[in-house]
């Protein structure tokens, strides 16, 4: 059985769930990166977050936890 990188790991070029081709950094911060990238499957440019795992150290409010997660499964479409 294979393990899904860890986040912290992946670099432009790597491909995310084997749907998200990640092509440049264009951000960063205390939170984690977000990469433009490539969705694969709808064929159309997305920007993708990736949370660092060490970001948080305490709890999160709910609604912060969700939109999180929410983020996380849905990259938003690049204009």
Sequence with gaps: MSHPRETSMLHAGDTLDGRYLLTDRIGCGGMG????????????????KL????ARTTPMRPDACRKRECSQ?????LS
């Design 33 to 48: 990166r977000v990469f433009r990238a490539r969705d694969t499957v709808l064929e159309r440019d997305v920007a993708v």
């Design 51 to 54: 949370f660092h795992t060490t």
């Design 73 to 77: 499964r849905s990259p938003t479409p």
